[in-house]
């Protein structure tokens, strides 16, 4: 009987999830605006307003999804409907996620949890209320987890680069300010451990659900381990594999095994640890998929740490055999990123060629029309020349020769604007190529080679606890090295894409770039005035034109000073970057001659912005740049809604 109602429990689940979860709910005016029944939902899920902002959302268009997510949301709470408004809810917290703006991810899954529970209370339907409980341990779940990264962020910034070199340049408060009025981050810990546990309350009626608290246990396991306290850590790492066991889960359950694993290690058990790990990739040893490969990758890395301290040399095998596979990893990951590219460069060409031959097509038709209406013009000309003297002949002539002429200037001024635009495309789609391209490169070495170096350090801190202060000169070496090599990607992916600009804006990304580059010789001065956060996109483009320019001062100006003066007025971004260096002639054929310049110019001009430049020789130079404001985000008006 048990088993006959977790199947209709299974069932109704699947069937709510493929009618309701898509998302969203029409808004309506009847009293009880937060119950849907199962036949409306059938009907309003399609083409409704939550589900553009979903999948504006699922396609990374943060800042888009996250103002129809709030029209939405304050719409759902003046009709009071409960369901939308738990939704739209949880999405904007997604959202907050994603920026790392924590204090708005949890004050907005909060409010969803509460409408939730509003809708259960008000639901008359049995059915909804059983289903709800999925929604019930996903928002336990990712609450309980958005505490527990606070917590463990809080725990680790002393230990943060990022946060000590903003020490530098005095934004550390702005670095941690959501949180800079909590003195004990225990109240993180302890509410993480409040939602884990009101999840694990929820009966086990269906596989999400059975999901969810899995995760949860491996939520609790590195609570636990980052407190030191192992035998809890290894009490719910436990729970967590039984369950993916159960489930027959194996990607799973060789993830959970290697964070037992990883327990082992922390407490010098390595006998165990090297079992767990060999348990682990015995699990997912035919699997191939590319999450498996990833999985086995990390459990061969952890089996070499663990036999080496065991001083088996195996370890070194099972190191290269990571190593290899990481090696095939990353290739992939630059094979596809590079295949992008080159659909990208293949389909502008076809646009541009095919606009081309648009344009062709039209200068012939153009040219057809013209000669129809000359020849028709000419032939009257004759008859009514045929009756007139020598010296009014001659005189129509010449009036004709000089249409002629006319109309061939303005087909030669029509093709050089056309060629002049065309010239323009084409270096700002070099350079968009470029800037994707480098945030690409940028993110695949924070998120993958970075993370692992990271590991590997853990590691090390970890085997020199247990070594109680008689740490082998190898071990110190090799931290050093992982160390520097990190430093050095993290300067790499910094070089690619500014990790300053993606955090904090123009503002801070180009004072730290002027105090890099300032020295003895040449000194750098930033003025900002009324500089606000804006598009992503908006922000690089800007970010790469000033460095652009920095670049040319710091190469040809021969200068000992240069300013940088910056701000927004009525909707205008302007920059004035100038030096007292050796100038240059401002003719036309010298600036061609300059292909960054050429790319400033045409950067500039695809924004509908204006580029000024005012240079004499031995005289110094300026460069004056106006352009309209892309999206700016609306920090005031996000941070009202209630």
Same mark, same amino acid.
């Given at each position: 009987?048990?088993?006959?109602?977790?199947?209709?429990?299974?069932?109704?689940?699947?069937?709510?999830?493929?009618?309701?979860?898509?998302?969203?709910?029409?808004?309506?005016? /009847?009293?009880?605006?937060?119950?849907?029944?199962?036949?409306?939902?059938?009907?309003?899920?399609?083409?409704?307003?939550?589900?553009?902002?979903?999948?504006?959302?699922?396609?990374?268009?943060?800042?888009?999804?996250?103002?129809?997510?709030?029209?939405?949301?304050?719409?759902?709470?003046?009709?009071?409907?409960?369901?939308?408004?738990?939704?739209?809810?949880?999405?904007?917290?997604?959202?907050?996620?994603?920026?790392?703006?924590?204090?708005?991810?949890?004050?907005?899954?909060?409010?969803?949890?509460?409408?939730?529970?509003?809708?259960?209370?008000?639901?008359?339907?049995?059915?909804?209320?059983?289903?709800?409980?999925?929604?019930?341990?996903?928002?336990?779940?990712?609450?309980?987890?958005?505490?527990?990264?606070?917590?463990? /962020?809080?725990?680790?910034?002393?230990?943060?680069?990022?946060?000590?070199?903003?020490?530098?340049?005095?934004?550390?408060?702005?670095?941690?300010?959501?949180?800079?009025?909590?003195?004990?981050?225990?109240?993180?810990?302890?509410?993480?451990?409040?939602?884990?546990?009101?999840?694990?309350?929820?009966?086990?009626?269906?596989?999400?659900?059975?999901?969810?608290?899995?995760?949860?246990?491996?939520?609790?396991?590195?609570?636990?381990?980052?407190?030191?306290?192992?035998?809890?850590?290894?009490?719910?790492?436990?729970?967590?594999?039984?369950?993916?066991?159960?489930?027959?889960?194996?990607?799973?359950?060789?993830?959970?095994?290697? /964070?037992?694993?990883?327990?082992?290690?922390?407490?010098?058990?390595?006998?165990?640890?090297?079992?767990?790990?060999?348990?682990?990739?015995?699990?997912?040893?035919?699997?191939?998929?590319?999450?498996?490969?990833?999985?086995?990758?990390?459990?061969?890395?952890?089996?070499?740490?663990?036999?080496?301290?065991?001083?088996?040399?195996?370890?070194?095998?099972?190191?290269?055999?990571?190593?290899?596979?990481?090696?095939?990893?990353?290739?992939?990951?630059?094979?596809?990123?590079?295949?992008?590219?080159?659909?990208?460069?293949?389909?502008?060409?076809?646009?541009?060629?095919?606009?081309?031959?648009?344009?062709?097509?039209?200068?012939?038709?153009? &040219?057809?029309?013209?000669?129809?209406?000359?020849?028709?013009?000419?032939?009257?000309?004759?008859?009514?020349?045929?009756?007139?003297?020598?010296?009014?002949? &001659?005189?129509?002539?010449?009036?004709?020769?000089?249409?002629?002429?006319?109309?061939?200037?303005?087909?030669?001024?029509?093709?050089?604007?056309?060629?002049?635009?065309?010239?323009?495309?084409?270096?700002?789609?070099?350079?968009?190529?470029?800037?994707?391209?480098?945030?690409?490169?940028?993110?695949?070495?924070?998120?993958?080679?970075?993370?692992?170096?990271?590991?590997?350090?853990?590691?090390?801190?970890?085997?020199?606890?247990?070594?109680?202060?008689?740490?082998?000169?190898?071990?110190?070496?090799?931290?050093?090295?992982?160390?520097?090599?990190?430093?050095?990607?993290?300067?790499?992916?910094?070089?690619?894409?500014?990790?300053?600009?993606?955090?904090?804006?123009?503002?801070?990304?180009?004072?730290?770039?002027?105090?890099?580059?300032?020295?003895?010789?040449?000194?750098?001065?930033?003025?900002? /005035?009324?500089?606000?956060?804006?598009?992503?996109?908006?922000?690089?483009?800007?970010?790469?034109?000033?460095?652009?320019?920095?670049?040319?001062?710091?190469?040809?100006? &021969?200068?000992?000073?240069?300013?940088?003066?910056?701000?927004?007025?009525?909707?205008?971004?302007?920059?004035?970057?100038?030096?007292?260096?050796?100038?240059?002639?401002?003719?036309?054929?010298?600036?061609?001659?300059?292909?960054?310049?050429?790319?400033?110019?045409?950067?500039?001009?695809?924004?509908?912005?204006?580029?000024?430049?005012?240079?004499?020789?031995?005289?110094?130079?300026?460069?004056?740049?106006?352009?309209?404001?892309? #999206? #700016?985000?609306?920090?005031? &008006?996000?941070?009202?809604?209630?």
């Amino acid at each position: 009987m048990h088993k006959a109602k977790n199947s209709i429990y299974i069932l109704l689940m699947l069937f709510f999830k493929a009618n309701t979860l898509v998302y969203g709910f029409s808004l309506n005016n /009847n009293t009880c605006k937060g119950i849907v029944s199962f036949k409306e939902l059938k009907i309003t899920y399609k083409d409704t307003v939550y589900q553009k902002a979903y999948k504006l959302y699922k396609v990374k268009k943060y800042s888009e999804a996250l103002k129809e997510s709030l029209i939405i949301y304050n719409d759902s709470k003046t009709q009071n409907n409960f369901f939308l408004t738990y939704k739209v809810s949880e999405l904007i917290s997604q959202i907050y996620k994603k920026s790392f703006n924590y204090k708005l991810a949890l004050q907005y899954s909060n409010r969803s949890l509460k409408n939730l529970k509003i809708y259960q209370n008000l639901s008359s339907e049995k059915t909804n209320k059983g289903l709800n409980l999925n929604s019930f341990a996903k928002s336990y779940l990712r609450i309980g987890g958005l505490y527990l990264q606070v917590y463990k /962020n809080l725990k680790d910034r002393d230990n943060d680069p990022t946060y000590q070199k903003l020490l530098d340049i005095g934004v550390s408060k702005k670095y941690n300010s959501d949180f800079n009025n909590i003195q004990n981050i225990k109240i993180f810990k302890d509410s993480a451990l409040y939602f884990f546990s009101k999840l694990e309350q929820l009966p086990s009626i269906n596989d999400e659900i059975l999901i969810s608290k899995a995760n949860s246990h491996i939520s609790l396991s590195a609570i636990y381990q980052l407190d030191s306290t192992y035998a809890k850590a290894e009490h719910y790492a436990s729970l967590a594999i039984e369950i993916h066991k159960n489930r027959n889960d194996k990607i799973k359950l060789a993830k959970s095994l290697s /964070n037992l694993g990883s327990i082992y290690l922390s407490t010098g058990n390595f006998n165990k640890a090297k079992n767990t790990y060999l348990q682990g990739i015995e699990t997912i040893k035919k699997d191939e998929s590319e999450k498996a490969v990833k999985t086995k990758a990390t459990l061969y890395f952890n089996l070499a740490w663990a036999m080496r301290n065991l001083k088996d040399y195996e370890a070194y095998d099972y190191q290269e055999l990571s190593y290899e596979i990481k090696d095939v990893l990353r290739d992939k990951n630059i094979q596809q990123l590079v295949k992008k590219i080159e659909a990208n460069h293949k389909e502008n060409l076809i646009i541009q060629k095919t606009e081309s031959i648009k344009e062709q097509r039209k200068l012939l038709e153009a &040219k057809d029309s013209k000669a129809t209406l000359l020849f028709g013009a000419l032939s009257l000309l004759v008859i009514i020349i045929s009756g007139v003297v020598v010296y009014n002949y &001659k005189l129509r002539q010449k009036n004709l020769q000089l249409k002629l002429s006319e109309n061939s200037l303005l087909q030669q001024q029509s093709i050089e604007k056309l060629k002049s635009e065309a010239h323009t495309k084409i270096l700002n789609a070099a350079i968009d190529g470029k800037e994707s391209e480098r945030k690409e490169i940028a993110e695949i070495l924070h998120d993958n080679v970075s993370a692992l170096l990271s590991s590997a350090n853990m590691h090390l801190s970890a085997t020199k606890k247990q070594l109680h202060n008689n740490t082998p000169t190898e071990i110190e070496k090799t931290q050093a090295i992982i160390l520097e090599a990190s430093q050095k990607v993290r300067d790499l992916s910094h070089n690619l894409v500014s990790s300053i600009l993606l955090k904090f804006g123009l503002e801070y990304a180009i004072k730290d770039v002027a105090k890099k580059y300032s020295n003895s010789e040449l000194k750098f001065d930033v003025s900002a /005035n009324n500089i606000n956060r804006y598009n992503q996109e908006f922000e690089i483009k800007i970010f790469n034109v000033i460095q652009e320019l920095i670049n040319n001062i710091i190469k040809h100006s &021969k200068a000992n000073s240069a300013e940088i003066i910056i701000k927004e007025e009525k909707s205008q971004l302007t920059i004035l970057v100038k030096d007292d260096g050796v100038g240059f002639s401002t003719s036309s054929s010298s600036l061609n001659d300059g292909i960054g310049l050429n790319q400033i110019e045409a950067r500039v001009k695809m924004m509908n912005g204006k580029l000024t430049i005012n240079s004499e020789i031995n005289n110094g130079a300026s460069i004056f740049i106006s352009v309209p404001i892309q #999206q #700016q985000k609306q920090a005031n &008006k996000l941070s009202s809604v209630s």
